[in-house]
């Protein structure tokens, strides 16, 4: 498990966005307006929040943050009859394993999801990275795949920095925001961070980041239509790609391995030699990285004081069941059964089926309709599906709808 020095994660004490005033004047103003940030000489440079658990108080940003570095000052008294509550610490920071736990204020430590993290640090180039991780053959699949979603649609990559206006902005999470609710919707799942404060945040402050040089969206669109959009973090020569939504009509394309790959050589380009993939532990993002890690809730108390210390052991104990449920997977029987009601409506919808047909079998019985109608409607992914495995354009192909069935098509290919 990869671990910085401390050398190496003091870079990371001054840059880190989710400790930087931009970050807690805007969390404070949409989620605690009428609340001040305190800020407690024992830790550096976090601000916190009072719980509503008394002697408890958590850090700024709260589940909204991807990777929290501070440093600790246990000769300030400070800290004396309280907890201090910090989420989502990255292992590879270290503070956990190098922290002298021999004075008053003391740390529990939880490990709790894994994390994801490409280092390329001791590679002359992104190629020679991704040969060391992704088999030939593998990878040989990988640009195979770019190139037939080249071929048949006309796709455009862009870079979103400090250089972005408002409008564009806008339309970026516009765009966003609709691939997220889509790809939940099919799921029949909730959308956890769908709440208008959570987008807002969102919003607000992806903008405020990428004027200061912190942040930057990577899209990919097909005739100027997004579909697939990456945000992410930049703290020096560490990018925390956060957010990673595409449009699940062009899955067979596998557009989330394209997305990670030019997010890899973009960041390359850019001196960027450590990418991660923060949360959420998607099967596709193993295929890109060389080392696992964990983030970690640090319970911080005075263990002097009783009280602090019951408290923190109630805490930590707490979260440590939560994570035993993670690590056999209870946790997603419990999710299924949430979302099982919607998930079975979804299972008798009647789907539209494609037929591909050749000229001689043109009949009465089929009408030649728009082929963009019904492909922007409801065929978008079946004649995807095709045209990934014919490797054709779209302009390619010709739509007949059968008369007497209106869920029935046929597709000739030019």
């Known amino acids: 498990m990869i671990v910085f020095s401390k050398v190496e994660a003091k870079k990371y004490l001054i840059n880190n966005p989710f400790t930087s005033r931009t970050y807690i004047n805007l969390w404070i103003s949409i989620f605690k307006q009428k609340i001040q940030p305190l800020k407690f000489n024992s830790f550096n440079p976090v601000h916190f929040v009072k719980s509503k ?36 610490v990255p292992s590879y920071f270290g503070i956990s394993k190098s922290y ?10 939880i490990p709790q999801y894994k994390g994801l993290l490409a280092d390329m640090r001791s590679f002359e180039n992104v190629n020679s990275y991704l040969n060391s991780i992704v088999s030939a053959r593998r990878l040989r699949y990988y640009r195979k795949c770019q190139k037939r979603l080249e071929n048949s649609f006309n796709i455009t990559y862009h870079f979103y920095q400090e250089d972005t206006d408002r409008k564009k902005h806008t339309q970026i999470i516009n765009s966003y925001h609709k691939l997220m609710n889509k790809r939940y919707q099919e799921k029949g799942e909730q959308l956890l961070d769908g709440n208008i404060l959570s987008k807002k945040f969102f919003k607000e402050l992806s903008f405020k980041l990428l004027k200061e040089k912190k942040g930057v969206f990577i899209v990919i669109c097909d005739n100027n239509e997004p579909i697939c959009i990456s945000f992410s973090y930049i703290l020096n020569e560490l990018l925390i790609a956060s957010r990673i939504v595409f449009d699940t009509d062009y899955r067979k394309f596998g557009l989330g391995h394209i997305e990670l790959k030019t997010l890899l ?29 964990r983030f970690e809730f640090h319970f911080w108390y005075d263990s002097k004081s009783l009280l602090a210390t019951l408290i923190s052991w109630i805490l930590a104990s707490f979260y440590k069941a939560l994570q035993y449920l993670r690590n056999y997977n209870l946790h997603h029987l419990a999710h299924k059964i949430k979302h099982l009601p919607k998930r079975k409506k979804q299972t008798y919808q009647t789907k539209s089926s494609i037929n591909i047909i050749s000229h001689y079998q043109i009949t009465e019985e089929l ?48």
């Open 265 to 293: 050589e973009w960041s390359y380009k850019q001196q960027i030699k450590i990418v991660d993939f923060s949360k959420l532990e998607y099967a596709y993002k193993h295929k890109w990285c060389n080392h696992v890690y």
């Open 100 to 109: 002298d736990n021999s004075g008053s204020l003391k740390l529990r430590s």
């Open 53 to 88: 658990i008394p002697y408890v108080y958590k850090n700024v940003g709260g589940n909204l943050v991807n990777g929290i570095y501070y440093r600790t000052n246990p000769e300030e008294k400070d800290y004396r009859k309280k907890v201090f509550f910090i989420r989502d």
């Open 367 to 414: 009408e030649k309709v728009n082929t963009a109608h019904y492909y922007n409607k409801d065929l978008k992914q079946s004649i995807n599906d095709i045209l990934y495995l014919k490797q054709k354009k779209l302009s390619e192909i010709e739509l007949y709808k059968c008369k007497n069935r209106s869920d029935r098509f046929s597709m000739l290919i030019r």
